[in-house]
């Protein structure tokens, strides 16, 4: 690489700075989410009657559920005009503000898609719900016919 082109990262960003075309480009790494994921993030364990199913195990025994609204990455590009003096702070600025901007287009335009998942996801977990709660009944139920049996003899 030589000194022209300097690649800078720091924690999701990485910036691509080429002094000769004054430009500068940012890059935001994003992990893919659903509101399983973020959920699973929030609560870390939903143990159910067996201890071990978590939400994402939920999710997986049950139906395949889409990237909500975060892609791998969005780019933003910041150019300098030729008659301007380059600036690689601000384009630094500006390329991650364009980046920033473009990610948070997507959030908004896919916000309805979110909603409908996390919709999807409270009939899941109400069916869970359900199927655990007669899981119940029928093992108190089962207690009581057995002390029945137990009283009769």
């Known amino acids: 690489m030589n000194s022209k082109n300097v690649v800078i990262k720091s924690?999701?960003?990485t910036y691509y700075v080429n002094r000769e075309k004054k430009t500068v480009v940012?890059?935001?790494?994003c992990e893919p989410s659903t509101p399983i994921l973020i959920l699973d993030k929030v609560f870390d364990k939903l143990e159910n009657a067996?201890?071990?199913?978590?939400?994402?195990?939920?999710?997986?025994?049950?139906?395949?559920m889409s990237k909500a609204f975060i892609n791998e990455r969005y780019v933003g590009?910041?150019?300098?005009?030729?008659?301007?003096?380059?600036?690689?702070?601000?384009?630094?600025?500006?390329?991650?503000a364009r980046a920033k901007a473009k990610k948070a287009d997507a959030v908004y335009s896919n916000f309805s898609k979110f909603i409908?998942?996390?919709?999807?996801?409270?009939?899941?977990?109400?069916?869970?719900?359900?199927?655990?709660?007669?899981?119940?009944?029928?093992?108190e139920a089962e207690v009581g016919d057995l002390l029945k049996s137990i009283i009769k003899e």
């Not at 940012?26 to 790494?29: L, W």
């Not at 067996?50 to 395949?64: K, R």
């Not at 590009?77 to 991650?96: P, Q, R, V, Y």
């Not at 409270?122 to 029928?138: P, S, T, V």
């Open 116 to 139: 409908e998942q996390l919709d999807d996801l409270n009939y899941l977990a109400g069916k869970k719900h359900d199927e655990l709660y007669r899981r119940w009944i029928d093992s």
């Open 11 to 13: 924690k999701n960003v």
């Open 77 to 96: 590009i910041a150019k300098c005009h030729d008659s301007d003096t380059f600036d690689e702070e601000f384009g630094k600025k500006l390329a991650l």
């Open 26 to 29: 940012a890059v935001i790494e």
């Open 50 to 64: 067996n201890g071990n199913h978590n939400l994402m195990e939920m999710h997986f025994d049950n139906y395949y």
